[in-house]
């Protein structure tokens, strides 16, 4: 290389390094010009134990209303004594819209004393905390919360409580805050349809604290602690794990302790049943409880847990006061978890592209604190509908005045086959026709390992091994332990918007097994889109409340965990369903011994059959709307 070639490097380097400096200074900058800041504001609560916070406020004698975000994540905006931008970006956003913005972490994390729990005690915390900042003097008292999982998922269970001064909530991608809502039994997301979500064991070895962990003294100044915190933030640093291997190590009670990770929450937790009376105590929201508060809810198609997320939407309009179920309302955006800002001109969710999924979500957003924490009459209420949702396929957004629309209309699609549905290959057919005799049925064999891979999906949090989104299923169909019914080519277009219910008649030959569907578009050129998947634990037929186990070759009616989406599928499309007993390792796998499954390491192989005749219809029942 030419010496000149080496000085122009060179100088480009520093040029990059001299604009990521100054972009940084100017983010910084920005927020010091417009906001008083307050970092490692120890807020106390009930019991002594103080909460790390940061207020960014801005500069006026007025009083503000307060954009509130707790979390478990690491909201210290120095790593490794370099200043991160993004740690400011939203507090920019807030500020100059006439709000201060409040972060906290939960207890026990970072800068915060105490010990951790799983959802950091929201119903007294997150009560006492909302107490503390309406009683400052810069706040006229208005609070709304936000944010996005984590940051999303204690608001249900404090907007329950009522407290006073919280006004409005925005929560997005809410499902871990979710325990049990009317038949979903999901507990945090830790369960789908009884079976174990996996995402919890890499979440946890990555997030959950020790049983010891760095601290410091809780004499500490303010000062000091802001000082120290350009040097150290507490945040953990755990050697990283291959999870695609991982996910496959049994017992799974054991994954994080087999790669030295901490002890703590999961130890218990996966131990745990459905309905387990421990999951009532903690902070999680379920349907015993009432609610309290105006709520702009976000949810996404993949997401890990659309169906419950839709469900609390329902829960609350059907059962809250009056004038509060009238102040609900739900956003349906087509994008993983959490990744709303996916949305562009050509959207592109795994490998399907859904079009123009754009929105305004700042303008929405903002809009709905102006009126609540503001009290601005602007008319929110009246310019964006009840359910505003996107439908996959036509690519359009529509709007509703409930969820699913009342003009959706539920049809029955028949399983049918002459005893050879497996794989891609096989004869199964989806049909309108219910069966009028005896039919063969369909029988898969699943061994626990070597389980039908996830292909895609509906899930979050899992690690780059496992992609979420909607992909080709065809290269996993040509399994012969996946029954695949399709119906024939549309000859006009079908619109699928609304709860998608699974019937099904099953035989074994071992005491437990789990059923999975996948629901897909088929193109006419043969790609196969996943749109959404469901499991169900078969122990838990007759409900989480107690475990049933099968008798050998005996048939019984399973009701499966349903199904949510909105697509529109065009004329030449083929609807198509999978059906196994396994979708791994997005759910664990069920060893089909009927032992407890989470402290076993011995399997047997199943031999599952579906029936489908007159007597027993297995059917999937599909909300249709017609445009």
Not at 237 to 243: A, E, F, K, L, N
Not at 303 to 322: C, E, Q, Y
Not at 443 to 471: K, W
């Amino acid at each position: 290389m030419k010496i000149k070639h080496v000085i122009l490097f060179i100088l480009i380097v520093l040029s990059s390094d001299f604009n990521l400096l100054f972009a940084q200074q100017t983010v910084k900058e920005e927020l010091e010009s417009i906001a008083i800041i307050e970092q490692k504001v120890m807020v106390p609560m009930r019991d002594g134990v103080r909460l790390a916070t940061d207020i960014y406020r801005p500069k006026t004698d007025k009083p503000v209303p307060i954009v509130f975000v707790r979390t478990p994540y690491n909201i210290n905006a120095w790593r490794g004594g370099e200043f991160k931008e993004e740690r400011y970006l939203e507090a920019i956003k807030a500020v100059k819209r006439g709000y201060a913005y409040v972060l906290q972490n939960e207890r026990g994390k970072f800068f915060s004393e105490g010990k951790w729990e799983i959802l950091g005690r929201p119903q007294t915390d997150g009560y006492d905390a909302l107490t503390w900042l309406s009683k400052q003097p810069w706040t006229n008292g208005n609070i709304g919360l936000f944010g996005c999982s984590s940051s999303a998922e204690w608001q249900l269970a404090i907007a329950a409580k009522g407290h006073p001064a919280l006004k409005a909530i925005v929560p997005m991608s809410y499902g871990a805050g979710v325990g049990r809502v009317g038949n979903w039994y999901e507990q945090g997301n830790l369960f789908h349809g009884g079976a174990v979500q996996l995402f919890y064991s890499r979440w946890l070895y990555y997030n959950e604290n020790d049983v010891a962990h760095p601290s410091f003294p809780s004499n500490l100044s303010r000062e000091d602690l802001i000082r120290i915190s350009r040097s150290f933030d507490l945040a953990p640093s755990r050697p990283d794990v291959d999870w695609g291997k991982q996910y496959n190590y049994l017992p799974v009670a054991d994954m994080i302790k087999s790669v030295n990770g901490p002890k703590g929450i999961y130890d218990e937790i996966i131990r745990r049943k459905p309905n387990d009376p421990a999951w009532y105590k903690g902070g999680l929201y379920h349907d015993n409880m009432s609610f309290n508060t105006p709520s702009l809810w976000f949810v996404t198609w993949y997401d890990i847990s659309t169906g419950p997320n839709l469900a609390v939407f329902n829960h609350v309009r059907k059962t809250a006061k009056p004038e509060i179920a009238d102040n609900q309302y739900l956003v349906i955006a087509p994008t993983l978890h959490c990744r709303y800002d996916l949305a562009t001109e050509q959207t592109i969710v795994g490998e399907r592209n859904i079009g123009d999924a754009r929105l305004n979500y700042d303008s929405l957003i903002y809009g709905w604190y102006d009126y609540w924490l503001k009290r601005e009459k602007n008319n929110i209420l009246k310019k964006i509908p009840r359910v505003k949702y996107y439908t996959m396929g036509s690519n359009k957004w529509h709007t509703s005045e409930a969820w699913p629309p009342e003009e959706s209309k539920m049809i029955s699609y028949y399983l049918r086959s002459n005893g050879k549905a497996n794989s891609l290959n096989g004869d199964g057919i989806l049909s309108t026709e219910a069966p009028k005799h005896e039919e063969n049925s369909d029988t898969f064999t699943y061994d626990p390992m070597n389980p039908v891979p996830t292909n895609g999906g509906n899930f979050c949090c899992m690690g780059e091994s496992v992609e979420g989104g909607s992909f080709d299923q065809r290269k996993f169909e040509v399994r012969n332990d996946i029954l695949i019914y399709s119906t024939e080519k549309l000859k006009k277009a079908i619109e699928v918007t609304g709860t998608v219910k699974i019937r099904f008649y099953l035989s074994s030959d071992v005491k437990d097994t789990d059923i999975t569907v996948k629901l897909i578009d088929v193109y006419p050129d043969g790609r196969a889109y996943n749109l959404d998947e469901t499991i169900q634990r078969v122990r838990y037929r007759e409900g989480y409340d107690n475990e049933v186990f099968m008798e050998k070759g005996k048939i019984y009616k399973v009701e499966i965990s349903p199904m949510s989406t909105s697509n529109y599928f065009a004329k030449g499309h083929r609807i198509r369903i999978e059906v196994s007993s396994s979708n791994f390792p997005r759910f664990d796998r069920n060893l089909n011994t009927g032992g407890n499954n989470y402290d076993e390491k011995e399997w047997i192989i199943a031999h599952n059959t579906i029936h489908h005749s007159e007597k027993y219809p297995s059917q999937i029942i599909l909300p249709i709307i017609e445009r």
